[in-house]
Nanobody
Framework: QVQLVESGGGLVQPGGSLRLSCAAS????????MGWYRQGPGKQRELVAR???????KYSDSVKGRFTISRDNVKNTMYLQMNSLKPEDTAVYYC?????????WGQGTQVTVSS
């Protein structure tokens, strides 16, 4: 079972940036395709970015060109660099495998974009 801990969220003004981190337990992290998910107020959880074990990436249309997903398989950590943030990016952000495992959902990290 992979355990995941998200960090790096906060309050930021529109146009600002944040970098989220996802620390994973287990030596086989490097083998998994991982994803960043978010759940905004009153919305369903959605996948916004994914990265394969070979570092191939894919983004949802809503974040393409603004967010960058990356991973460090030595540190067992995944990142989400978020630039040009918009109020509609406000959500709790989670990391998980792609497809996600129910037992691996963490507490998430809150991102609030507001002036």
């Amino acid at each position: 079972q992979v355990q995941l801990v998200e960090s790096g969220g906060g309050l930021v003004q529109p146009g600002g940036s944040l970098r989220l981190s996802c620390a994973a337990s287990g030596s086989i992290f490097r083998l998994y395709t991982m994803g960043w998910y978010r759940q905004g107020p009153g919305k369903q959880r959605e996948l916004v970015a994914r990265i394969t074990s070979e570092h191939m990436t894919k983004y949802s249309d809503s974040v393409k060109g603004r967010f960058t997903i990356s991973r460090d398989n030595v540190k067992n950590t995944m990142y989400l660099q978020m630039n040009s943030l918009k109020p509609e990016d406000t959500a709790v952000y989670y990391c998980n495998l792609d497809p996600p495992r129910s037992a691996s959902w963490g507490q998430g990290t809150q991102v609030t974009v507001s002036s």
